[in-house]
T-cell receptor
Framework: NAGVTQTPKFQVLKTGQSMTLQCAQD?????MYWYRQDPGMGLRLIYY???????DKGEVPNGYNVSRLNKREFSLRLESAAPSQTSVYFC????????????FGQGTRLTVV | DAKTTQPNSMESNEEEPVHLPCNHS???????IHWYRQLPSQGPEYVIH???SNVNNRMASLAIAEDRKSSTLILHRATLRDAAVYYC????FGTGGFKTIFGAGTRLFVKA
């Protein structure tokens, strides 16, 4: 059982480049989330998707877009990367209504130079 | 959004119990209290959650104050593997469903 899988694990971008972070879960969860974690800090919610076909902004959505491609996949896109977006990005999923626990991926470490 | 307050760090001896406190004075009646922990270079891992009653599972116990304005995560016998950052969070119901907002967490140091 893979759980939540994120790709890539590491990425270096130049300022202004674009890229998409991929996330897939195999637990049939309805809700999925994207977080970022800066060094020494807690996680901050970027976007979430309560169910297939819906997305909503979290605490820090500026500079990002998301797509809930299907029930399994939730991608995060950086259209024009900036050094301030250097961070570790985590994807998570949870069952419908989120009362149950969330499962996290191993993270994508992104550096923007 | 309701927020949580935790000590920045705590220290424990191996094999001893650890009580990790969390204040959430602005909690609403429908907010669930969740605890996660994060080991170095890993994603957060679910520990336990509750609404009003105390909860136990194989990893820990959660004691919730009667007024729900605070809670305590109890690790019954700390091991070196329990050294991590522990996050107390409230699962809030947003316009699109439950979302989870993390605070800064408590870094637990375990001494051998």
């Amino acid at each position: 059982n893979a759980g939540v899988t994120q790709t890539p694990k590491f990425q270096v971008l130049k300022t202004g480049q674009s890229m998409t972070l991929q996330c897939a879960q195999d637990m049939n969860h309805n809700s999925m989330y994207w977080y970022r974690q800066d060094p020494g800090m807690g996680l901050r919610l970027i976007y979430y998707s309560a169910s297939e076909g819906t997305t909503d902004k979290g605490e820090v959505p500026n500079g990002y877009n998301v797509s809930r491609l299907n029930k399994r996949e939730f991608s995060l896109r950086l259209e024009s990367a900036a050094p301030s977006q250097t961070s570790v990005y985590f994807c998570a999923s949870s069952a419908l209504q989120g009362i149950t626990e969330a499962f996290f991926g191993q993270g994508t470490r992104l550096t923007v130079v | 959004d309701a927020k949580t307050t935790q000590p920045n760090s705590m220290e424990s001896n191996e094999e001893e119990p650890v009580h990790l406190p969390c204040n959430h004075s602005t909690i609403s009646g429908t907010d669930y209290i969740h605890w996660y922990r994060q080991l170095p270079s890993q994603g957060p891992e679910y520990v336990i959650h509750g609404l009003t009653s105390n909860v136990n599972n194989r990893m820990a116990s959660l004691a919730i104050a009667e007024d729900r304005k605070s809670s305590t995560l109890i690790l019954h016998r700390a091991t070196l593997r329990d050294a991590a950052v522990y996050y107390c969070i409230l699962r809030e119901f947003g316009t699109g469903g439950f979302k989870t907002i993390f605070g800064a967490g408590t870094r637990l140091f375990v001494k051998a």
